[in-house]
């Protein structure tokens, strides 16, 4: 029997049916091995559904409400899980387009191009608020954001806070930093408690309680990593000693203090210093320790501040850098004149009243050189020798590549300190004798000269060069002198006639 219609029940039983037209079911519709079902309405699936044939369904949902999709899932619209509900993402590949995830739980070792922040896609991070990378960031192959700074390949930008570091601008507060000038010689050679300028702006300093006999020159270029070719300050002893008391033996550095006035000692905002510094030893004195003391003189009086820091030298060139506090104490402004603001001694050697442990605030001590704790004595050997170049020193707490400027304008800021200059001058009369006009200086210097002399080719002080028959004309040792000149006179020579010579006028600190 192929139809059976119950009358009774209005049930239909048949094991085939083709219907051309619609079928209206008024109450539930029971199947079994379904091909194909096309409905406009809502289908419910008590025992789940699953798609593709056993074994190896492609993709099932449960009644439980899971769904496990065994290839990729393309979600062309919004996938909003329950506020208690979740996606669980396994070793599949799941592409979400315009997908919002409130929670997302898994290894996530295979997802490209999400992250649990909003607005995050491949290419694009567009975030409304604080992004915090607990590790460093890199952005291609060249460039490295660090906790300490910006790296790029071939460059390199390590400034915390732009506006608490150097960017443009002079950064060296150190004159002849390279030692490049010597306008006094390049070969000196201090006795006992010599103190005499050598190269540029830097000084050889024995005090009492040290026999210092050394000879000092301007050595030769060294090529030094990072740097180039630079000059440097070379100390050798000529003799042995050991210094007894405060005796020291230093290289010494003075900064005018109306050039530190920015640095706003005696305030909240004193400002911390960076100093550094290329050095290196013979092999005699390979190892030994130093110090580099700083002191500053406050507006009032001559009472010092001083801090202090010991280094190794080494046979090898070494960089050294030391970042000292801003001095904060009201009492201690620094004075606001052409007269020195704040001092720099390398100490070579000390002896024991003026060792002590390392000062690494500013303290009052009535101390200038104050070497630390594991001093060595470089007077122990004409073995040992002592180089230095590259000094530098600027605001804040970052050492900067060292500063190289041009030999023109390097020899132009010493010549403030120091100068001596050949010159030609029609000599007149002034009551009763005979004097130059006023010489003016190429550049102003600090102030008047405190040490001044006129000397023709070695011929003493005050001689002169009679440029119409050659002779020489000495005794013109009264000199006026101006930071911006001098005038020279004396007893000897004629008024009407051209003379030359060579002055030589020292302004140092």
């Known amino acids: 029997m192929g139809v059976q219609i119950q009358g009774d029940t209005g049930n239909v039983i048949a094991t085939k049916g083709t219907y051309s037209g619609n079928v209206t079911v008024g109450g539930t519709l ?39 999709v065994s290839g990729i899932s393309t979600f062309g619209g919004k996938v909003l899980p329950s506020s208690d509900s979740s996606i669980d993402i396994g070793t599949t590949s799941v592409r979400f387009q315009n997908a919002y995830v409130d929670n997302y739980y898994g290894s996530g070792a295979n997802l490209t191009g999400i992250a649990a922040t909003d607005n ?30 910006v790296a790029i390949a071939g460059a390199g930008i390590t400034v915390a806070n732009i506006n608490g570091g150097q960017v443009g601008g002079r950064r060296n507060l150190i004159i002849n930093g390279d030692m490049s000038q010597a306008q006094r010689g390049t070969s000196f050679s201090p006795t006992g408690t010599d103190q005499i300028y050598t190269l540029d702006r830097f000084e050889h300093v024995a005090t009492s309680g040290v026999s210092a006999d050394c000879t000092v020159t301007q050595n030769q270029s060294y090529n030094i990593s990072g740097v180039g070719d630079m000059k440097s300050y070379k100390i050798t002893p000529d003799s042995t000693d050991t210094a007894t008391g405060g005796g020291n033996l230093t290289i010494r550095y003075q900064v005018e203090g109306q050039d530190l006035q920015h640095l706003e000692y005696g305030t909240s905002n004193a400002k911390p210093i960076t100093i550094s510094f290329f050095a290196k030893t013979a092999s005699a004195n390979n190892g030994d320790q130093y110090a580099l003391c700083l002191f500053h003189s406050r507006s009032s009086d001559a009472a010092q501040r001083t801090i202090n820091v010991p280094f190794t030298a080494t046979s090898s060139w070494q960089r050294f850098a030391f970042t ?16 020195s603001g704040m001092t720099l001694t390398w100490i070579l050697d000390s002896g024991p009243d003026d060792i002590m442990a390392q000062k690494s605030a500013w303290a009052t001590d009535g101390g200038y050189f104050r070497a630390v704790t594991g001093q060595s004595n470089f007077m122990d050997s004409t073995s040992n020798e002592f180089f230095l170049t590259g000094v530098q020193m600027e605001i804040g707490d970052t050492a900067t590549n060292f500063e190289k400027i041009t030999f023109a304008e390097n020899e132009r800021l010493c010549f403030r300190y120091y100068q001596s200059e050949d010159f030609a001058t029609l000599m007149g009369s002034a009551s009763g004798a005979v004097s130059t006009p006023r010489i003016t200086f190429p550049i102003k210097m600090r102030v008047a000269p405190t040490t001044f002399t006129v000397n023709y080719n070695s011929n003493g002080s005050g001689s002169f060069r009679n440029q119409n028959d050659g002779s020489t004309m ?19 020579g004629s008024s009407n006639i051209l003379y030359s010579s060579t002055y030589f006028a020292d302004a140092e600190i």
């Open 30 to 68: 029971t199947y079994e091995d379904v091909t194909n079902i096309d409905s406009v309405g809502l289908v419910t699936a008590r025992q789940g559904i699953e798609v593709g044939a056993r074994p190896g369904v492609a993709a099932s949902i449960s009644v439980d409400g899971n769904m496990i």
């Open 120 to 149: 995050v896609r491949t290419g694009i991070l567009d975030v409304a608020g604080i992004a915090t990378f607990r590790d460093d960031v890199l952005v291609g192959s060249a460039v490295t954001i660090s906790e300490s700074g």
């Open 324 to 339: 000292f506090p801003g001095d904060t104490d009201s009492s201690y402004d620094i004075v606001d004149t052409t007269a």
């Open 474 to 492: 000495t005794g013109h040792t009264t000199y006026t002198v101006y930071d911006y000149g001098f005038a020279a006179r004396g007893s000897s």
